[in-house]
C-alpha cells in the first residue's frame, strides 16, 4: 500500500463548535478513507497493467488515480490547516498577503468568495505560484480540476457538502465564516515559508 490515512493530530472533538465531532469522524474515517483507498486500487491496478502489458482501462485509471490522490493530498492539507488554537499569521507571510492581494482583508475576501462561488463540490485554497512566485487563489473543483500545475498548497477549506451539512446544512457561509476562528496560522506560516524561496526552480530547472 503506498497511501496510509494519516492520524490527527486532535481528537474529533476539538474543533467543536465550529465543526461538530460527528463530521470530523465521518469525514476522516470514511470519506478520507475511501480516498486513501482509491489511490491504493487505482496505483496497484496500474502496476497490474505494466505487467501484463495491457493499458486498455489506463484513461480510466488515470482518472481514478487523480481524483483519489488529490482527496487524499487535499484531506491531509486540511487536517493539519485545522486547529483549536487558531493563531494569526508570520510576519512574512502577513506581508506577502498584503503585497499579492491587497490586505488580510481582501485576502479573506476573495478566499470566502472563492469558497462560496464554488459550483458543486471543491476547495478554495491559497498557493504558492512557484512560476509566477506569488500567492494565488484559487477554486479546485471535486478534487483535482481548474488547477495549474506548480502550485503549491498552503491553505485549504473542504466545500463539499459531507464537510459541513451536518452542521450548517444549506448556509454555506456560516460554514465559511466559523472556519476563520480554527486556520492553524502556524502550520499556514511553516509552509509558506518553505515552499517561498527556491521553488521556481522545480518547474524551470
Ligand atoms: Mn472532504
Redesign the pocket.
Known amino acids: 500500500m503506498n497511501y496510509k490515512l494519516p492520524e490527527l493530530k486532535y481528537d474529533y472533538s476539538a474543533l467543536e463548535p465550529h465543526i461538530s465531532a460527528r463530521i470530523m469522524e465521518l469525514?476522516h474515517s470514511k470519506?478520507?478513507q475511501a480516498y486513501v483507498t482509491g489511490a491504493n486500487a487505482a496505483s496497484e491496478a496500474m502496476a497490474e497493467a505494466r505487467e501484463t502489458n495491457n493499458f486498455s482501462n489506463l484513461p480510466k485509471l488515470q482518472k481514478d488515480l487523480a481524483f483519489n490522490l488529490g482527496?487524499h493530498v487535499?484531506?491531509s492539507i486540511?487536517w493539519e490547516n485545522l486547529s483549536p488554537h487558531s493563531g494569526e499569521p508570520s510576519s512574512e507571510l502577513a506581508a506577502a498577503l498584503t503585497e499579492y492581494f491587497g490586505s488580510f482583508e481582501m485576502f479573506k475576501n476573495h478566499f470566502v468568495a472563492a469558497a462560496l462561488g464554488i459550483q458543486g463540490s471543491g476547495w478554495a485554497y491559497l498557493a504558492w505560484d512557484a512560476l509566477g512566485n506569488r500567492l494565488i487563489i484559487g477554486q479546485l473543483y471535486d478534487q483535482q480540476g481548474n488547477l495549474a500545475m506548480g502550485s503549491i498548497p498552503l491553505l485549504m477549506l473542504?466545500m463539499?457538502e459531507?464537510?459541513f451539512y451536518l452542521d450548517y446544512q444549506n448556509v454555506k457561509a456560516d460554514y465559511v465564516k466559523a472556519f476563520w476562528n480554527i486556520v492553524n496560522w502556524e502550520d499556514v506560516s511553516r509552509r509558506f515559508g518553505s515552499v517561498s524561496v527556491n521553488s521556481r526552480s522545480l518547474l524551470l530547472g
Open positions: 469525514h470519506h478520507h482527496g487535499n484531506h486540511f473542504d463539499w459531507h464537510a
